[in-house]
């Protein structure tokens, strides 16, 4: 292909499909099982020892013993089992990846080929207590203990609510308008449809006891010196709130985009319809942002919607099930292919070069000189995120770091005293919601027997 | 191809498979069906005297499923036919007429006085009915009234009633025995003593098949309350084996033909009652659950294994199992079996591990070497077969018998020598040897 100037006018506006239509293409990705599907499915299970399935959950649900109460007909309780070891047990099972953990290990694979859809069972079971509103779980005596919460994503929500139950009271501080992080301003609207994230948040608050400061950022309105002076434990949840760039010249031409922005704009748009989008979009990267954009962007009209990697399909951080998903609803998927050179007309972009890149003999990642050039309306960066150091700038002491994020023990504790962390922006995570409760769940058990003197 | 077709007591029927009396045999319409669809023959809804009985407008029927909605076990308090006799009878010979081929028995139940006897077995010979089934088992409502398992748990009432039909019936009579009793050998004596030609067996258990969760009445109930009723379906079968197998192995009893009922729903369900001494057999809830279709399973199925196994016709497998059927004393305590777990087949649920570690002999590993692994450990294993039991794979653990060597458990060495419990010397009531 030839490196030459787009001759079309770029083409970015609102309304590519119809209001009905668009609505239709953000309806729930999954729709949930019928309860006649739910006894059977459950029926499924065979209620193993030592259960793969559990194990394979980073937050260790027993898995056999909520599908149990499925089948026995006692749903309340089958939730509590789910939630009482991760309390955003409904999310994950709309947003997990459960194709790589617990119905990866599901022994029916080996029996059939064909897993108890584990992750359907969970939204089943809970679907039914946040519709009755059902609360499950009760606080401990009051211990007097503050704990200040730093992000009110789900490590910090995770976290704030096992203080609570604990007896403690937290405080979580949320830089952003709403709580939920990710949740409620990353995740793909098509997974978490009817606003479930907001209602989610709004069954962890109804425990007590935690208090909420939005629009208070660390660093920026609070400094961690302060927490950890006013607070008997600190908990350390801000995600990855700094994006990637390509280290491109001409990255601020108009239509280059970071995709986590304009997903949070999505998320929060009250008519999806009004939201620009470009008729080619190009979305650089290979994780599962990568994927929410590319799949996103056609169920908003987009005509062609191409994701280009480094790497090859193997080593995309999507899921092999993600991807295929996003190939099903349109999405071209280029891989080997590196941008070089992002050209624009009149201030907007027009086209990416890309390189053709291979694996060099000593495993390196190298450019092969052949290049080629794609037009493009609009072009995502989805290249990963990073922790916005500022947040700590204002530490007297530093904290420890592992690969560019806080380094944490097994117990979620930092090389700061009674600091803790968890989520994405912690050392050694895979930047899953699930792990994220898991950490804020660690922690809050750790923090826990630290304020009561055992450790 | 095998022959199915079947002769008990005389009469004659294309395969073993009969519809048992209960309510899809009430009406020449249901019979017409089940013949039109294969059935080799019928045993009518039992007939009972004018004015007919009658029954309530609510729930006749409760049954026990598995989590897919399977019927495992189903019950009833339906009481004997409701039409009036005279419909009844026009139908039989109606019936009887259009399809001679098929094997018609009727069932009968009437008070303990002769004068009903004399009064109706004639008619209901006139119809040309091939034969009686006498039904001395409905262990709700009738029994309340005299009649149905209050005559067949009482063996001397068996006899004195099979005397009576015999005194006035020409074609063969069948008694049917009530399972709601502690030995069965009694009552089939007494049917044998009577004069009956055979026994069918079971009838229904007595039963209830749970509580209304919400209203905390029993379930179902008819206007709040309700009554025990008769318990069938694949859930009682062991129950009619047994029952079977002990009929067919007395001495005094052996030679009764049987006629076996209790859950068959497919062939092998057949070939057990068939091996196990029975002639025939008879079928109610399958078919009420799935409908007539499930005769093309039964001969189908039969046909096929009576081939396999170089058999020409149903008699040839009767009573094959009997003589493997003994009292425990006389079971070979030197035989020793270690269970055996098929890794390739192995899908690592652990169900065996957990059942035989908390349940049983702690004889099958969890993990080896760090990595989950089920295995059986042949120096505790005694052989229990539940690991078998509760695997969710087909053959994937199989009982293996020891032949040589020493057994790891017991230290003692594998002998072909048989030696059981009456010489054991444990027992101290042993036979010398």
Request: glycine share 10%.
């Amino acid at each position: 292909m030839k490196d030459e100037p787009a001759k079309e006018a770029s083409d970015v506006r609102p309304a590519r499909l119809s209001a009905e239509q668009i609505a239709a293409n953000f309806s729930d990705m999954h729709p949930p099982l019928t309860p006649s599907e739910a006894i059977i499915d459950a029926d499924r299970c065979y209620f193993c020892y030592d259960a793969p399935c559990t194990r394979a959950c980073p937050t260790g649900i027993d898995i056999p013993g909520f599908i149990q109460k499925i089948r026995s007909g006692n749903l309340k309780g089958s939730a509590h089992t789910i939630l009482s070891e991760n309390i955003m047990g409904g999310m994950c099972a709309r947003v997990c990846p459960t194709e790589v953990l617990c119905e990866e290990a599901c022994v029916r694979n080996t029996h059939e080929d064909r897993p108890v859809r584990i992750g359907l069972l969970q939204r089943y079971a809970t679907d039914a207590v946040f519709e009755a509103r059902t609360p499950l779980f009760a606080r401990a005596a009051a211990t007097g203990k503050r704990i200040a919460i730093v992000g009110g994503g789900p490590a910090g929500l995770s976290c704030a609510h096992r203080l609570a139950m604990l007896g403690h009271d937290a405080v979580v501080f949320e830089p952003k308008a709403k709580l939920g992080g990710l949740n409620e301003y990353g995740i793909a609207a098509y997974k978490t449809p009817d606003d479930f994230a907001g209602r989610e948040v709004e069954f962890i608050l109804g425990i007590g006891g935690i208090e909420v400061r939005n629009g208070v950022a660390l660093g920026r309105d609070v400094t961690l010196k302060t927490l950890r002076s006013e607070y008997d434990a600190v908990f350390l949840g801000f995600g990855l709130a700094g994006v990637n760039g390509l280290g491109l010249a001409d990255e601020k031409l108009e239509g280059v985009v970071d995709a986590v922005d304009y997903i949070a704009q999505l998320r929060q748009a009250p008519d999806k319809s009004r939201l620009p989008v470009g008729r080619r979009v190009i979305v650089i990267g290979g994780g599962m942002t990568a994927i929410d954009i590319a799949v996103q962007s056609r169920a908003l009209g987009a005509d062609e919607v191409t994701i280009v990697y480094r790497r090859g399909q193997e080593q995309m951080n999507a899921s092999r099930y993600e991807q295929e998903f996003a190939q099903t609803r349109g999405v071209n998927v280029r891989t080997w292919s590196a941008p070089r050179k992002l050209s624009g007309a009149g201030g907007r972009v027009r086209a990416v070069e890309f390189e053709h890149t291979r694996l060099s003999a000593d495993g390196k990642l190298t450019g092969t000189g052949q290049t080629y050039a794609l037009e493009a309306d609009v072009v995502f960066k989805a290249i990963g995120q990073n922790v916005l150091w500022e947040r700590l700038a204002d530490t007297a002491e530093i904290v420890a770091l592992s690969k560019e994020r806080i380094a944490v023990d097994a117990e979620r504790k930092t090389s700061l005293a009674g600091v803790w962390a968890g989520g994405d922006c912690v050392a050694g995570g895979d930047d899953l919601t699930v792990s994220a409760v898991q950490d804020g769940k660690v922690a809050a058990l750790s923090i826990d027997r630290f304020l009561k003197g055992g450790a | 191809m095998a022959d199915l077709k079947t002769t008990f007591l005389g009469i004659t029927s294309p395969n073993p498979f009969w519809l048992a009396s209960a309510p899809p045999t009430d009406k020449a319409y249901n019979v017409n069906r089940a013949f039109e669809a294969g059935w080799g023959g019928v045993v009518w809804k039992t007939l009972g005297e004018d004015p007919p009985i009658v029954n309530v407008n609510g729930p006749r029927y409760g049954a026990i499923h598995s989590n897919d909605r399977r019927v495992i076990g189903f019950n009833n308090i339906e009481l004997i036919t409701d039409r009036p006799l005279a419909t009844n009878l026009a139908e039989i010979r109606q019936v009887k007429r259009d399809w001679p081929d098929r094997a018609l028995i009727v069932s009968v139940m009437l008070p303990m006085n002769e004068q009903s006897w004399a009064k109706y077995v004639p008619m209901i010979e006139d119809t040309g009915a091939d034969g009686l089934e006498l039904n001395f088992g409905c262990p709700h409502g009738m029994s309340e009234r005299g009649m149905g398992s209050a005559v067949g748990q009482v063996p001397e009432y068996i006899q004195q009633a099979a005397a009576w039909c015999k005194k006035y019936a020409r074609v063969p009579v069948i008694v049917k025995l009530t399972p709601n009793i502690t030995n069965i050998l009694p009552a089939a004596k007494a049917a044998q003593d009577g004069g009956a030609d055979a026994v069918s067996l079971i009838n229904t258990l007595n039963s209830i098949m749970r509580v209304d969760y919400d209203a905390l009445t029993i379930y179902p109930a008819t206007d709040g309350k309700g009554s025990h009723g008769g318990y069938c379906g694949p859930a009682v079968k062991p129950i009619a084996l047994h029952m079977v197998a002990e009929i067919a192995r007395h001495r005094e009893t052996a030679k009764l033909p049987i006629s076996g009922i209790g859950g068959i729903t497919d062939w092998r369900d057949a070939v057990d009652f068939l091996a196990l001494g029975a002639s025939t057999v008879q079928v109610c809830t399958a078919a009420m659950v799935y409908g007539f279709k499930i005769i093309d399973d039964l001969v189908d199925g039969l046909n096929t294994y009576l081939d396999s196994k170089g058999f020409a016709s149903v008699s040839q497998l009767v009573r094959k199992a009997v003589p493997s059927v003994t009292d425990w004393q006389y079971l070979n305590l030197n035989h020793v079996d270690k269970a055996w777990i098929d890794q390739d087949l192995c899908i690592k649920c652990g169900r065996c591990y957990i059942a035989c570690e908390d349940t049983s002999h702690q004889a099958i590993t969890a993990t080896v070497n760090g990595a989950r692994h089920f295995e059986v450990i042949d120096a505790e294993c005694v052989g229990c077969n539940l690991c078998v039991s509760v695997c969710p794979v087909e053959k994937c653990i199989t009982m293996r018998p020891m032949t040589g060597g020493v057994d790891p458990r017991t230290g003692r060495a594998i002998t072909r020598e048989k030696a059981d419990w009456t010489t054991h010397p444990n027992n101290p009531g042993r036979r010398a040897t």
